[in-house]
């Protein structure tokens, strides 16, 4: 079984500010994560995923997210936030023996000029 | 080069009538997968279709929901006697075979579905 869980509906940031959107997953076996963004009236846009290796991991528009193992957490960052930024984001978790991701509720990330 | 292309971007239907949502993948994706985004409620898998493998469809809601994907291009989900639960948008997404390689999924813009 796989579940991700993102437990902030909304995040409010200042221009400028870091920011964290927080992702949480379980699975049975080797996790695969990934990030999505959705603007307004738009389909979801990929940003970055885990796979295996560095736990750091590099995507679009300079976010980053970090995979932690022992916390089972892959939290969405980006040093500097900007008002552009503000958008739904999406955690997703597919174990390796699934074809198929579950996707969090989503959290709203908004920032403040 | 294209995106995943979806029709209609909005559709407005009385309860008990039949819809179609209509969703052209990426050329070259082998995977496709259906959604339904609730306001709040994230994405909830529908179906999934890989090549020409039997389609999962372990997501659908009831029995009034169905889809296919004729020459492993486009797709057709269809809704039979639409309820006003239905209403939410219907996301399509594609990717490369997924096989054991995790291939992120490109999404279509959408069809806003309203029944009224």
């Known amino acids: 079984a796989q579940s991700v869980a993102q437990p902030e509906d909304q995040v409010n940031v200042a221009e400028g500010n870091p920011l964290t959107v927080k992702c949480t997953y379980s699975v049975s076996g080797n996790p695969y994560l990934f990030w999505y963004v959705q603007y307004p009236n738009r389909g979801l846009q990929f940003l970055l995923k885990y796979i295996t290796g560095d736990n750091l991991v590099k995507g679009s528009y300079g976010f980053e997210a970090e995979f932690n193992k022992s916390q089972t957490s892959f939290h969405l960052k980006k040093p500097s936030a900007l008002v552009s930024d503000s958008a739904l984001y999406f955690c997703?978790?597919?174990?390796?023996?699934?074809?198929?991701?579950?996707f969090g509720r989503g959290t709203s990330l908004i920032v403040h000029p | 080069g294209a995106g995943v292309s979806q029709s209609p971007s909005n559709k407005v239907t009385e309860k008990g009538k039949d819809v179609e949502l209509r969703c052209d993948p990426i050329s070259g994706h082998t995977a496709l997968y259906w959604y339904r985004q609730s306001l709040g409620q994230g994405l909830e898998f529908l179906i999934y279709f890989q090549g020409n493998s039997a389609p999962d469809k372990s997501g659908l809601p009831s029995d009034r929901f169905s889809a296919e994907r004729t020459g492993g291009s486009v797709s057709t989900l269809t809704i039979q006697r639409t309820q006003q639960e239905d209403s939410a948008v219907y996301l399509c997404?594609?990717?490369?075979?997924?096989?054991?390689?995790?291939?992120?999924?490109?999404f279509g813009p959408g069809t806003r579905l309203t029944v009224t």
């Open positions: 997703a978790v597919r174990d390796g023996g699934s074809y198929i991701p579950t």
């Open positions: 997404a594609s990717s490369l075979s997924t096989g054991t390689l995790p291939y992120e999924q490109y």
